[in-house]
């Protein structure tokens, strides 16, 4: 929270004593600073007017504490706070700001960036606490990640700057870009639901090194490193590595680093972006026009209007059947290696000329035929015989939806949606095409359809998510295939492999020619090794010779690099041999049998999550202090428990406990760990504060005192574990 009361990244702590109050009774919350009196107002203004059902009343006492009272509207029973009220008190919007909810495929990438990766260890000897919740070396000390989006969780883009560089009329146009466009000032909540806050003003983010001091792959592991702080404006920043190397002379030109994270911006996206900085730099450093309109708030009114009723009936049809094979290697065993691999290779000129004729005789483009291509390469490793259903991501730009101006928007439009085609190695290779294309033509109709919603259209359960009350699981068969062992259960296709093809990239002629003018070349940026979050992603796009250059992004863990080599070296050698089938009766089977005598690649299977308990007690305390419970749950910012436990001076007993197990259980654990007598305290930093309130609000009162709730919004560890004091202190300290 910022203002002219609050400090810069400061966070609010609200403290709740649920109790059992009488129907129809207000609701007392307690804001704990730092909060002046007109900020506190602030807040309940905005509460009254986007909650209209509840009546809000606000006492201040004084700085740093104030009472909100929400009185809910009529009926028989307690009315728990909304998600979205709660999130409205712990993270109101800055000054000026917007806020807008994250849907669809957005939704996905960021509960991913906010899932714990694994375990470490807590800094005493009796506890273990998820990495998600814990200081790790690159973020909970400093507070650059400890709120989500740790390295794994970004992409980065790099290219040599020709010509004359005036750095501080790069910076200006960079920052003249970010004025322009909302989405380079946006940031992530996800206190109670996932939500983009859209900030009123945000800096650009630009560094500067000299070869001297930092080599080209520290420079790559280091920006990988330092991740993102998902919570605060500007999640692309940029690198500028100048001069020469010790040993090298002369000096190389200079290389520009741009990194990003993908669940604000995809790639059509940052490119967008790099041809209006391109305009910024070619006129001065200042880009001529006023902020972008249509933008993620026009896009994500559009996307409310929508109706669902056509994307339904196709998911209910689409979806995936059990038993659809969708790894692209046989089960194999660890492959010792780690961290995401790169692969690139290319089809000459010629070649893909011949590929995009045979395709476009048989009324298809080439897109349909590296998707048969890799339809055929699942088939294989899924070693069975006669037909098969597979299935893969195929990604969609999402900008040639029926909104004006959609296609120059910025920002997480394109996504993957499952294609799913039988293969039977009898039938002709022009039946395979056409149904990859026409599979194709329906997912384009809908490409703001996201996992969640094609998982409630198709009658499936949701996947796990931030929510506590959400448990689920999925198994992968030792063949391949993708089987159900609970008939309630559905793993997402997308997950093992995605396949992308791209357009052209280019900027426009004339601004190519304007920055020529001044003796700059423009290039092509290429891509670093990411990861993407799955054992493979295949992206196909023309280069400027004509060629179709392909790159495959593979996860070393589950895909060795000589696995991922072959299968990369297969799907190249299918696609060349492809229009050589000239026959109509020309079947799959035979253009399987190019391969006959080449390896299928292996595939390890994804390592289980290594088991924890329910109930982890992180300091004994005092045998009849009160009990302080930390709720763990995906998204809690990283180092903020740690430090709280650190800093704790009082006689009392914490435990943390996980939330993400059978219904029922955690409140079993925490009345054995209260015991007789004792009062429990629950509190939660973020997503955790909700899942301490829900706790609560299913507790059993007549055991004992009824349970005092401590929640925070989202900070940095430091602020964060600063707030959760403050509010701790609230409720065992009577105030003054």
């Not at 000032?185 to 003003?201: E, G, I, K, N």
């Not at 065993?333 to 010629?350: E, F, I, M, W």
């Not at 900008?399 to 002709?428: K, N, Q, S, Y």
Request: include cysteine; proline fraction near 11%; glycine fraction near 10%.
């Amino acid at each position: 929270m910022s203002s002219r009361y609050a400090p810069r990244g400061a966070v609010l702590a609200v403290v709740h004593e649920p109790g059992t109050p009488p129907a129809g009774g207000p609701l007392v919350l307690e804001l704990c600073g730092p909060l002046g009196p007109a900020d506190a107002e602030g807040v309940a203004a905005r509460l009254a007017q986007r909650h209209r059902a509840f009546d809000v009343a606000l006492d201040s006492h004084r700085p740093g504490r104030h009472t909100l009272r929400l009185t809910p509207p009529a009926a028989p029973g307690p009315v728990p706070l909304p998600a979205e009220l709660l999130a409205d008190v712990l993270a109101p919007p800055p000054p000026g700001g917007e806020v807008l909810p994250v849907t669809g495929h957005q939704q996905t990438l960021l509960l991913a960036a906010l899932a714990p990766a694994g375990t470490t260890e807590h800094t005493s000897h009796t506890s273990r606490i998820d990495c998600a919740d814990c200081t790790d070396s690159t973020g909970g000390r400093d507070g650059r990640d400890s709120a989500g989006g740790g390295g794994g969780q970004l992409e980065q883009l790099y290219w040599d700057w020709s010509g004359p560089l005036d750095v501080a009329r790069f910076a200006a146009a960079w920052q003249s870009v970010v004025d322009r466009e909302s989405v380079l000032r946006a940031c992530f909540d996800w206190v109670a639901s996932p939500r983009l806050v859209l900030h009123a003003r945000a800096d650009a983010d630009i560094a500067v090194h000299s070869r001297t001091a930092v080599t080209w792959a520290q420079l790559l592991r280091r920006d990988r490193a330092r991740g993102f702080a998902l919570h605060r404006p500007g999640l692309l920043r940029l690198t500028l590595l100048r001069g020469a190397s010790a040993a090298a002379a002369p000096a190389p030109p200079p290389r520009v680093l741009l990194t990003y994270h993908p669940a604000l911006l995809d790639e059509r996206g940052v490119h967008l972006l790099l041809r209006e900085f391109y305009r910024a730099y070619a006129a001065g450093g200042v880009l001529p026009g006023g902020e972008r309109r249509p933008d993620l708030r026009d896009h994500a009114r559009w996307l409310a209007g929508q109706n669902t009723d056509a994307a339904r009936q196709l998911w209910a049809r689409a979806v995936p059947p059990r038993h659809t094979a969708t790894r692209p290697g046989r089960p194999g065993g660890r492959t010792g290696q780690h961290g995401p691999g790169l692969l690139h290779t290319r089809l000459r000129a010629a070649q893909t000329f011949r590929l995009r004729s045979w395709a476009a005789l048989r009324g298809a483009a080439e897109s349909s035929a590296l998707h048969l291509v890799w339809a055929l390469l699942l088939y294989r490793a899924a070693d069975v015989h006669g037909p098969l259903p597979v299935s893969f991501g195929v990604q969609l730009s999402g900008r040639d939806i029926a909104l004006p101006g959609a296609a120059g928007i910025p920002g997480p439009l394109d996504g993957p949606l499952p294609m799913t085609v039988t293969v039977d190695p009898d039938e002709p290779l022009t039946g395979l095409l056409h149904q990859v294309r026409d599979t194709l033509l329906d997912l384009a109709a809908y490409p703001w359809a996201g996992a969640e919603s094609i998982r409630a259209w198709s009658g499936r359960p949701p996947f796990p998510s931030v929510s506590p009350s959400v448990s689920g699981s999925v198994s992968v068969s030792g063949s391949g295939l993708f089987t159900d062992t609970d008939p309630d259960t559905f793993a997402d296709p997308c997950a093992d492999t995605l396949v992308r093809f791209e357009g052209p990239l280019l900027l426009p002629q004339a601004l190519r020619g304007e920055l020529a003018a001044q003796g700059i070349d423009v290039q092509s940026p290429r891509t670093a090794a990411g990861a993407t979050g799955r054992p493979l992603t295949l992206t196909a796009r023309h280069d400027t010779e004509g060629g179709l250059a392909l790159s495959a992004v593979h996860d070393r863990a589950r895909l060795a690099d000589e696995d991922a080599a072959a299968l990369h070296a297969q799907c190249v050698r299918l696609l060349g041999a492809l229009p050589g089938y000239r026959d109509a009766a020309a079947t799959a089977g035979q253009l399987l049998d190019v391969l006959a005598r080449a390896a299928v690649p292996r595939m390890a299977r994804p390592a289980p999550p290594p088991p924890r308990p329910a109930l982890s007690v992180l300091r004994p305390g005092h045998p009849h202090a009160d009990v302080i419970c930390l709720v763990v749950v995906p998204g809690v910012p990283r180092g903020s428990y740690d430090l709280f436990v650190r800093g704790h001076r009082g006689p009392e007993k914490i435990v943390a406990v996980h939330v993400d197990g059978a219904p029922g259980a955690p409140q079993a654990v925490l009345h054995q760990a209260r015991g007789p007598g004792r009062r429990l305290v629950l509190c939660g930093c973020g997503p955790g504060g909700r899942a301490a309130y829900e706790l609560a609000q299913h507790m059993p009162y007549a055991t004992g005192p009824a349970p005092a709730v401590v929640m925070t919004g989202i900070g940095d560890a430091a602020a964060s574990a600063a707030a959760l004091a403050r509010g701790v202190r609230s409720v065992l300290t009577p105030p003054p």
